[in-house]
């Protein structure tokens, strides 16, 4: 099978003016000799870019992107390692800082405008620029998350970071999921320090430079960071930096890396913005959709997905067609357990966008399509942030892009989708691809087990991440979800209600082919018998239902969550003409 059944040729980003692919010069809308590398957990990610940033020297380069950015935000435990700090002491040892934060909607609402003005005014004041953008659609957001980091006399080092965590409270959680010690408000169900589960990737190679080049036409771009009569008078009244300097010329890619493999094609999402769209995006584009289009019409056996919403008829479309078609294929799909936020305005939309998404996979997939959420060992839920689809083993993405329309087509987004180069894409992928390890890794903290004993086999796989929430459901008393959120059984609760055993005939189904597989099963197994119904089995999974919503609800829910929370960025018949 040819690499361009799985990814996008340049012409299918449908987005010309782009000079993403120019580099290469054949049109190829990727490139190949790069290692890419799984940092699950905030405090990972932040404690590896904290060392990097504080090794970079006279013209070295660091540029980033992010939808929301602390600038007390803690990189390390070293109360002083946060990220003013450490990007003001990079501006004043000679490194080249540039940063472009979405401006945001007003601070009282919540959201981190007077926190993005604060960060680029220090990082101005030292000598570096960081900038707050607003060039996006009405209800829209600069979604993308990542950082590149150029060095002036040693590319092998280049690197580039992409994902779902920003730089700023509560992402610096690991894998105990005992949260942040800087945490974010959230609802009540996720505690005083909400636990967070996010995905970042480490490119190396001549990938690096296609995410520098996402960051340099947004940079570069000749439409002024905001147009809006009202934010254009706060800036001015607060001085603010609203004009970007010039960056240096381009350096060439990085050169191949010895042990790459990894074939890496950077998807993005812009939208069509009026009065004046993006230069190198007039018509918008929608390669994140296009990517994940292409590549789950090759899916055979099992597609993983981690995603913080799963909203709408198109995304439950998407992955249904699919179903439909290869009915030997697995779904599994891990979600935060209930929305981030209170209160029936914020809830009940979001519910509302699961409920169509699910029921249309649901109807194509029965029991072949399994939803999850994750709990701490406290019993707590874990809020799942991590954007992140595996397929076959043979092809992943990581980024910042959501499974709903908003991502799809109204917010900025970026994502690195990568498959292993080695091999013939018909056959088993390498047992140390990025797509398999990925996977195992994910798999192994959800199931609560080493990653070698995670099932290689997709369908084992599957049987047993069914099994670990079955059982994990039943000892919090999960008989019957709840109507509403689809949560079965109680939440941040040590104990069950009332101790009620594993379903034998669930797990008796689960063929084993490996005696180190059968660990993970023969754990469900043990809580079976009686005198286990009182110790928690293992791992973090429970079971997710498609919500239900009550006929008064149905009435106002669609129209907030079409007008708010899940835009269509598409451009109306005549819009902007």
Not at 181 to 209: F, I, S
Request: aromatic share 6%.
């Amino acid at each position: 099978m040819d690499v361009r059944e799985w990814l996008l040729v340049s012409e299918e980003r449908e987005n010309p003016h782009t000079a993403i692919d120019a580099v290469r010069g054949d049109g190829t809308a990727w490139s190949t000799g790069n290692t890419v590398r799984a940092l699950v957990h905030g405090r990972d990610y932040f404690a590896e870019l904290h060392e990097r940033i504080c090794a970079l020297g006279p013209g070295d380069r660091f540029y980033f992107a992010d939808w929301q950015g602390d600038p007390d935000q803690q990189l390390t435990d070293d109360p002083r390692s946060t990220l003013n700090n450490t990007l003001i002491d990079a501006v004043r040892r000679g490194v080249e800082v540039r940063g472009l934060l979405w401006r945001s909607h007003w601070h009282r609402l919540g959201f981190s405008a007077h926190r993005h003005r604060q960060l680029g005014e220090e990082i101005g004041e030292a000598g570096g620029q960081c900038l707050r953008d607003m060039r996006v659609r009405t209800r829209g957001a600069h979604h993308q998350k990542f950082v590149v980091i150029r060095h002036a006399d040693d590319p092998t080092r280049d690197i580039a970071y992409v994902g779902g965590i920003d730089l700023c409270h509560g992402r610096r959680d690991d894998a105990k999921h005992q949260g942040d010690g800087q945490p974010v408000e959230m609802a009540r169900a996720y505690g005083p320090t909400p636990a967070w589960h996010d995905v970042q990737v480490a490119v190396q190679g001549p990938a690096v430079h296609d995410v520098e080049t996402t960051f340099r036409e947004r940079w570069e771009d000749s439409t002024p960071l905001t147009v809006n009569p009202g934010r254009l008078l706060s800036s001015l009244v607060h001085q603010e930096d609203l004009s970007p300097e010039p960056l240096g010329e381009q350096t060439p890619p990085p050169p191949p890396r010895t042990d790459g493999h990894e074939i890496v094609q950077v998807v993005r999402t812009f939208p069509v913005i009026y009065p004046k769209s993006f230069d190198f995006a007039p018509h918008g584009e929608r390669s994140v959709m296009l990517g994940n289009a292409k590549a789950i019409a090759q899916a055979d056996r099992l597609v993983y997905v981690e995603d913080q919403y799963l909203w709408s008829e198109e995304v439950g479309e998407h992955f249904a067609q699919a179903l439909r078609a290869k009915p030997d294929l697995r779904l599994i799909v891990i979600l935060p357990m209930v929305p981030d936020r209170e209160g029936a305005a914020v809830e009940v939309p979001q519910l509302y966008g699961r409920m169509l998404a699910m029921r249309r996979i649901l109807e194509a997939g029965g029991d072949r399509v399994a939803v999850f959420g994750l709990t701490n060992d406290e019993g707590m839920p874990v809020y799942v942030h991590s954007k992140t689809c595996i397929i076959d083993h043979r092809w992943a993405s990581v980024g910042s892009d959501n499974l709903n329309r908003r991502s799809w087509t109204s917010d900025s987004e970026i994502a690195c989708t990568v498959v292993d180069a080695r091999g013939d894409l018909d056959g088993p992928a390498p047992e140390d691809s990025f797509p398999r390890v990925l996977l195992r890794t994910l798999v192994a903290e959800h199931l609560g087990c080493s990653p070698d004993e995670v099932p290689e086999d997709p369908h084992e796989l599957f049987d047993a991440m069914v099994a670990c929430a079955s059982a994990l459901d039943a000892w919090y008393a999960g008989d019957v979800p709840d109507r509403r959120t689809g949560v079965r059984g109680v939440l941040a609760d040590r104990r069950p209600r009332r101790p009620v055993p594993v379903p034998v005939s669930l797990i008796g189904r689960i063929p084993g082919h490996a005696r180190r597989r059968r660990r993970v099963l023969d754990h469900a197994a043990e809580f079976a018998a009686a005198e286990h119904e009182h110790q928690r089995p293992p791992g973090r999974l429970r079971r997710l239902a498609a919500p239900e919503l009550t006929a008064a609800q149905l009435l106002w829910a669609p129209r907030l969550y079409d007008l708010l929370f899940d835009p269509d960025g598409r451009p109306r018949p005549g819009e902007g003409s």
